[in-house]
């Protein structure tokens, strides 16, 4: 089944109208039969024998005229005439009609004789003139009827155009009416997804229904800005409230004189702030709203590389030198530095390569850690999900890392993916397919 309104409405028209005439046309048929036969070249043929040896079978005249005013009554159009009143006729292709296989056993053996090429001028327009006696000769009507399936194509041809008018007037009125406000409801909601800052209503347009789903949808709009706004103001309390006093715990924890009780103090301090850091950019909206621009992705991953390589990791980057993309580059960097951050930190050297595969730009990350089973690559991406048993945490974290980076790789249009490393590790692997590539290199 086509998917687009407009395809299914004139389809359905369509095929209900060629399904209607076909059944008109089969009852047609059924309900009134076939053109009468005798409007057929072999039966008009017959008749003109029957009616010719009828005439000659008569005695007299006067009998052979009562024979003709009978057939004539009959319905039966013939004239007898003298034969020289008869005109030369041109050899057309009425005359090479009556000359067909068709008709030939009609008239052998039938004692008949036709006077081809000879016509009546006052008789009809269609004739067929045979000869009755050295001085006098039949003129018949031999008009031949038409065949059955001409009577209909007149009438299907009609409606079939009219049919089609209808279906293009209908197509406008759907694509006026229901497609273009259908359409014009899914970008504004595929645009409030991505941005949902921007609540400008919807104009609602079209039949009652689609008026309906726009200002369900507005409504709808609103009431998630207004959450978004409560829960953004949640946030900057909550940010306030806590890290005023980690402060002013770290401060008297740095006061301790015992040094080993000051660092323990000092390094669950670090995990708290770390959680409470992770957790609060986890629900942050604010990288949904930044803009997509042209960026060097060889460059944004070499940056990622030196800022792990200059803490000590050993983080390299392979691929090409230049290969510019569309995206948002804050939201990208921080998905990679996640990814990334998890493999050094189960790990010990990451590698970082980035492939150019026309749509997409696919990038690798390597790591030679413990890996995920394959039973956890799906639920590590929920959040606050921890996979102990596969990999171990010696830091702090809520587990949304990887929940983080898989939500900002798909508003990026793309995909994330993990499988195992050979001989041992995990490989991530992020395909970005929303950008315009630029070759230029």
Known sequence: MPRSITTQVTGLVVVSVLLGTIINIVLAVLLFGAPPPDDSPPAVASRIVRVTQFIKAARTPAEADIVLTA???AGVQVERVAVSDLTSAPDDTHWSLWRSRELRHVWSGSGIEVLEGRRY?????EQMVVRLDAAHALVFAAAIGAAPWPLFITPTALVLSIVLIFVMLLSVYAVRSITAPLAAVAAAAQSFGRSPQEV???PGSGPREIVQVTEALNEMRTRIKTLLDDRTR???AISHDLRTPLTRLRLRAERVPEDRLREGMLTDLANVEHMLNETLDYLREDGRFEPMSR???PSLLQTICSQFVDVGHAVIYRGPAKLTWSARPRELTRAITN?????VKHGGAVTIALIDRLPHAQIEIDDDGPGIPADLRERVFEPFFKADAARTQDGG???LGLSIARDIVRRHGGNIVLSDRVPHGLKVKISL???ELDHSR
């Open 433 to 435: 397919s929303a950008g």
């Open 71 to 73: 057939i004539r009554n």
């Open 295 to 297: 960026i060097d992705l």
């Open 200 to 202: 400008q209503p919807i």
């Open 234 to 236: 949640m946030l900057a």
């Open 397 to 399: 974290g809520f587990g």
């Open 339 to 343: 990814i990334v951050e998890n493999g």
């Open 121 to 125: 001028g006052p008789g009809p327009q």
